[in-house]
């Protein structure tokens, strides 16, 4: 894994399934050589109404979204950004079915290797609790501005690998590399 270029990416949707709803906000860094070379946060019209319990949860409203792109507006900007990288996120199947919904919708076809925080949170911590997001962000005392919003969420996960990377060395790419899902692989291997 050393090398390649990670996107720590969050969406925030309209709802829990890929299937039957959609993404609201795209927040994600691209980072290469351990470096962030490129930022991207956008609010993005899922062409359907929010729904209440959402917008309790992330702040996003009908108004918010009102004059935003759609995902076909936003899809070349988002596609090159995650070009040749490893899609990191926490829960990764979530953000990974969604993303790859909204490109299958504008007719492209997306796959890339994927990286779980939460499974990373797992094997660094088998003791703790929860790896729930909410969970590190107290445990490691990150301070988040705006949580439930994609990109200050995408923000954690970056900052949670570059602290785990300081602590653990070298040693956190062998992790790393046995957790890595492979596009071409359906199915994990520990």
Do not use: W
């Amino acid at each position: 894994m050393q090398g390649r270029p990670l996107v720590f990416l969050d969406v925030e949707t309209t709802g829990a399934s890929s299937t039957t709803s959609r993404i609201l906000e795209v927040g994600a860094l691209r980072v290469e050589g351990g470096k962030v070379v490129k930022k991207f946060k956008q609010l993005i019209d899922p062409t359907e109404y929010v729904p209440s319990f959402i917008t309790g949860l992330t702040g996003i409203t009908n108004d918010d979204i009102y004059g935003q792109p759609i995902f076909a507006q936003i899809a070349d900007e988002l596609a090159e950004m995650l070009h040749d990288a490893v899609f990191v996120a926490h829960n990764v199947g979530f953000d990974y079915a969604f993303i790859q919904k909204e490109f299958k919708l504008v007719g492209t076809k997306f796959t890339a290797d994927r990286l779980c925080t939460v499974r990373l949170s797992r094997k660094l911590f088998p003791l703790q609790r929860s790896h729930r997001l909410d969970e590190i962000i107290r445990i490691h005392g990150y301070q988040v501005a705006n949580r439930h919003r994609a990109y200050d969420d995408a923000e954690v996960l970056y900052k949670f690998y570059t602290d785990m990377l300081e602590l653990h060395g070298p040693e956190l790419n062998e992790i790393l590399e046995r957790l890595l899902m492979r596009a071409k692989q359906p199915k994990t291997v520990f």
